[in-house]
């Protein structure tokens, strides 16, 4: 149980384009699941929570309109990186948050999706 | 304010040998959880062991042991007889019901076991 699965696991992109990651709770429900950055050889930086069914809370020095995040559904958010640049290149990890312990019997638990490299060229 | 140190930033052990990864967490909530995950080199992180802050009981997963001491506000990780598969980064995060769920996070021991 508890599994996070996430998509694409890489992609390159040219600069200017915009890439879209997914990231889907497979065998429960989140209703707050969270974007994090990591650079190499660092700890993971939360960009953003995301709750389903409302606006995602950024943290400072996040910008919204370049990383957009959308919680459609109680197993689903998604991060879009608009006029993506190379300095956004980076790893990209979601979470998920068990809040009922359904799945993996610890609630308000995170489980983390594979990541997503991204580069930018 | 809410702060996890993981003070070892690389470890190197041979194989078979037993390592401690030490956590220190400061938190003035009375409840919160204390977790451990793994990071290997393919970048995905694994969750370990989750405690909460009202069971000081120390588990023991294999050759996984954990190691809660509110009164030191040390949560530490001991691998026994270390295999070459347990390489990767550890982190040590902090959960507490004021910070909206949002781990705090250590900086990570990355342990290298040498066959």
């Known amino acids: 149980g508890a599994v996070v699965s996430q998509h694409p696991s890489w992609v390159i992109c040219k600069s200017g384009t915009s890439v879209k990651i997914e990231c889907r709770s497979l065998?429960?429900?989140?209703?707050?699941m969270f974007w994090y950055r990591q650079f190499p050889k660092q700890s993971l930086m939360l960009m953003a929570t995301?709750?389903?069914?409302?606006?995602?809370?950024?943290e400072q020095g996040v910008e919204k309109d370049k990383f957009l995040i959308n919680h459609a559904s109680l197993t689903l958010s998604t991060l879009t990186v608009t006029s993506a640049h190379p300095e956004d290149s980076s790893f990209y990890i979601c979470?998920?948050?068990?809040?009922?312990?359904?799945?993996?019997?610890?609630?308000?638990?995170?489980?983390f999706g594979p990541g997503t490299r991204l580069t930018v060229l | 304010a809410q702060k996890v140190t993981q003070a070892q930033t690389e470890i190197s052990v041979v194989e078979k040998e037993d390592v401690t990864l030490d956590c220190v967490y400061e938190?003035?909530?009375?409840?919160?959880?204390l977790f451990w995950y793994k990071q290997p080199p393919s970048g995905e992180l694994v969750f370990l062991i989750r405690?909460?802050?009202?069971d000081e009981q120390n588990e023991i997963s294999g050759r996984y042991s954990w190691n809660f001491q509110k009164s030191t506000s040390s949560f530490n990780f001991t691998i026994t007889a270390s295999q070459v598969v347990d390489s990767a980064v550890y982190f040590c995060?902090?959960?507490?019901?004021?910070?909206?769920?949002?781990?705090?996070w250590g900086a990570g021991t990355k342990l290298i076991i040498k066959p």
């Open positions: 979470s998920a948050r068990d809040s009922r312990g359904l799945a993996g019997g610890m609630a308000d638990t995170q489980y």
């Open positions: 065998d429960f429900q989140a209703t707050t």
């Open positions: 995301s709750n389903e069914g409302s606006k995602a809370t950024y």
């Open positions: 938190t003035r909530d009375t409840t919160y959880y």
């Open positions: 405690r909460n802050s009202f």
């Open positions: 995060a902090l959960v507490s019901m004021d910070s909206n769920y949002q781990l705090i």
